[in-house]
């Protein structure tokens, strides 16, 4: 799965440190999802579409790789 | 109660009990048992001719309890990635543990009939498999935050 969290956090013009706290992680889970080395849970996913006010799928997309 | 509810119930208990954590700030406590526990094996190895072995029961109890607070203790920020990174390290601790009970008598059948020695296999203590099993556990979880 790819994100584009790091394009949405630079149009709020945040830190990591700053969504981080914002939405209760740690920097390093940040960093982690921006890297697509881990991928957040729904709750998670959700409170960053609530941040950004946007839907999930406009900064969560699938690749083919998901769909095998 | 109805079964589902009863079920429901446990399935809630259970969550509440596998969450279960110890503050952060028992992180320090448990490496200051481990540190202590170690340099006391050591020490009472080296200098003491006959230890006694409730002696070394007692320094075994002391590290594997070190250990364990450290594994339980959160994190300074636990969320839900350092979950997943401490589920990870738990499942390599328990097929590390389970291979390394299996296999390590037989090494040390092998290392022994080379070295000219009759040793024959025999069943590893609880300790230095929990020891073991402890070790694996912390390791692969700091490792893992570390590449995360």
């Known amino acids: 799965m790819k994100n584009r969290l790091k394009v949405e956090r630079a149009i709020l013009d945040l830190t990591q440190e700053e969504l981080a706290q914002k939405i209760g992680?740690?920097?390093?889970?940040?960093?982690?999802?921006e890297k697509n080395r881990y991928v957040p849970s729904t709750v998670l996913a959700l409170k960053l579409s609530r941040l950004f006010e946007k839907p999930v799928n406009d900064f969560f997309e699938l690749e083919p790789s998901d769909l095998e | 109660m109805t079964s589902s509810k009863f079920h429901e119930q446990e399935r809630r208990r259970f969550d509440r009990m596998t969450r279960w954590q110890l503050p952060y700030s028992?992180?320090?406590?448990?490496?200051?048992?481990?540190?202590?526990?170690?340099?006391?094996l050591i020490g009472t190895k080296i200098f003491w001719d006959e230890r006694p072995e409730g002696l070394k029961l007692a320094l075994n109890i002391v590290l594997v309890l070190g250990m364990l607070i450290i594994s339980l203790a959160k994190e300074k920020v636990e969320d839900e990635l350092m979950q997943s990174l401490r589920t990870q390290s738990y499942r390599w601790a328990f097929v590390t543990g389970v291979v390394y009970a299996l296999v390590q008598p037989w090494i040390t059948v092998g290392v022994s009939s080379l070295l000219g020695s009759s040793e024959h296999?025999?069943?590893?203590?609880?300790?230095?498999?929990?020891?073991?099993?402890?070790?694996v556990q912390l390791l692969s979880f700091w490792n893992l935050k570390r590449t995360a």
């Not at chain 1, 992680?25 to 999802?33: F, L, W």
């Not at chain 2, 296999?121 to 402890?134: D, P």
């Open chain 2, 121 to 135: 296999a025999t069943e590893m203590g609880a300790f230095q498999l929990l020891f073991f099993m402890l070790f």
């Open chain 2, 26 to 40: 028992y992180k320090n406590i448990g490496l200051a048992l481990t540190a202590m526990a170690i340099l006391a």
């Open chain 1, 25 to 33: 992680v740690s920097r390093q889970t940040i960093s982690s999802i």
